[in-house]
């Protein structure tokens, strides 16, 4: 089955400064849409309008049928780049198959066909099945949208069909729990724990090596950290020159961990308004050997990539500016001088020229580290169990590892939904199942030896 080869919609970032100038500055950090024609598509634009406001929001609506639909924070530009990128998608799939989305409705259309041929991969660049996070991420987009359209008039109501389901509802930093009943929205595709898998050793050398070759040593360090400690994409590049103190004398190391508080970036309510970065700070441990990594670069390569930047100015005038300016993230490009942004780094994680698999991405990462981390501290206790002549209980694996995600994982992770605790638990169970044998020890030891990326 032949896909769309010329796009029909486009997201379209427009120019800050002429926004701001033209008196619209209140949403000059909006994208809108734009047809096949350049014509402005005033619905979808207009609903990516109210979202990033906050004047619309999904579990806002008296009929909510959505599960974890809502926030109260501002939209961050990579979530409004996210909300465009699956509407487009959406609005590309009406268009090729002939509907209009005023029509569309929830099982007929959304479930039986657009997720349907997501599954298959008829819907899909690669002709391949898309992974359940993105289908359910892209289903969930068209329906906020047609719920928005159907609530301005644009359309006929849209039912979203749903059913009632009790979960445990808990956060990363309190180990007590409740049971809650929610509506989930019917259909959604349920991720397989056999479908979860991380890099091998070697793949994951191979793949650092690809991206300080290719992107930098800049972007590879980047890399290092958000597998060796689960940050999001978005907090490693707001990543901040003093975020580790400067001194390493006032480092809070225990052992070989260093503790570390950050709070750029991270998921949950800002303090900035909209655009804002500034969330809820959060501890995260952090290997010793990295943060001295972090600090090296910090007193030695960064200063020589402003030094170039600067030297590189066309007049003396510039130069002094350049020299004058300041910047608060720690990370800098070695091309430009300016901190990394998302999408560079996206970029460099992406296209180095070599992927541990396909679908290999930044969010990844943080999987990577919580699995690396389930297993290590369930091999350690198999070990110790062992060691001393004892007999390892039946359910031995499943206490170990909700252990290591309630007094580990959760905290790092900084949240963890309840569904992906169920698929740990579930994707660790089987593995060491599958492979208690001294094979599978040398692979545990091998999984933390990560080559240093400053190495040629």
């Not at 919609?9 to 100038?21: A, F, G, I, R």
């Not at 039912?159 to 929205?185: D, E, F, I, N, P």
């Not at 804002?276 to 007193?299: D, F, S, T």
């Not at 740990?424 to 060491?432: A, I």
Request: proline share 6%; charged share 25%; glycine share 6%.
């Amino acid at each position: 089955m032949t896909l769309v080869t010329e796009p029909h919609y486009y997201l379209h970032w427009p120019s800050s400064e002429t926004m701001k100038q033209a008196g619209y500055g209140t949403v000059a950090h909006v994208p809108c849409v734009f047809d096949k024609n350049w014509a402005y598509v005033d619905e979808a634009s207009r609903y990516l309008r109210e979202r990033a406001l906050l004047e619309w929001t999904p579990a806002g609506q008296v009929d909510d049928n959505i599960e974890d639909a809502g926030t109260s924070r501002y939209p961050t530009r990579k979530s409004l780049q996210n909300y465009g990128e699956r509407l487009t998608n959406f609005l590309e799939w009406c268009e090729f198959r002939n509907l209009a989305w005023r029509e569309v409705h929830y099982t007929d259309h959304l479930i039986d066909r657009y997720q349907a041929e997501m599954r298959n991969g008829a819907w899909s660049e690669r002709h391949r099945p898309l992974a359940p996070r993105t289908i359910n991420a892209r289903v969930d987009e068209a329906c906020y949208f047609l719920r928005w359209a159907a609530s301005h008039g644009y359309r006929g109501p849209f039912k979203v069909v749903s059913t009632l389901k009790r979960k445990k509802a808990g956060s990363a930093t309190h180990s007590t729990q409740r049971t809650v009943t929610v509506k989930v929205r019917a259909g959604k595709v349920r991720p397989n724990p056999a479908e979860l898998r991380i890099p091998t050793p070697e793949e994951m050398k191979r793949w650092h090596r690809a991206v300080l070759v290719r992107k930098g040593y800049t972007k590879a360090l980047m890399c290092r950290l958000t597998c060796e400690t689960a940050l999001r994409i978005s907090e490693v590049v707001n990543w901040e020159y003093e975020t580790l103190p400067l001194n390493p004398d006032e480092w809070k190391v225990v052992g070989d961990i260093v503790e570390v508080t950050i709070s750029k970036g991270v998921k949950g309510t800002k303090s900035d308004g909209p655009g804002g970065n500034e969330g809820r700070p959060r501890v995260i441990e952090m290997p010793l050997k990295l943060a001295q990594e972090l600090h090296r670069y910090r007193m030695e390569f960064r200063p020589s990539i402003r030094r170039k930047w600067i030297n590189a100015a066309a007049t003396p005038a510039e130069k002094m500016a350049r020299a004058s300016k300041a910047h608060g993230r720690l990370f800098l490009s070695e091309f430009n001088g300016e901190p990394v942004t998302q999408d560079r780094f996206w970029e460099a994680w992406k296209k180095s020229g070599y992927l541990p698999y396909p679908e290999w991405h930044p969010h990844l990462g943080r999987h990577y580290w919580a699995c690396s981390t389930l297993l290590k501290e369930a091999e350690a206790q198999r070990e110790f169990v062992m060691k001393h002549g004892k007999h390892l209980p039946m359910d031995w694996i499943t206490g170990i590892t909700a252990s290591t995600l309630l007094m580990k994982v959760q905290p790092q992770l900084g949240h963890l939904d309840p569904e992906t605790t169920q698929t740990y638990l579930k994707w660790t169970h089987q593995l060491l199942k599958l492979q208690i044998d001294q094979d599978y020890a040398d692979y545990l030891d091998a999984a933390w030896d990560v080559e240093d990326c400053r190495e040629a």
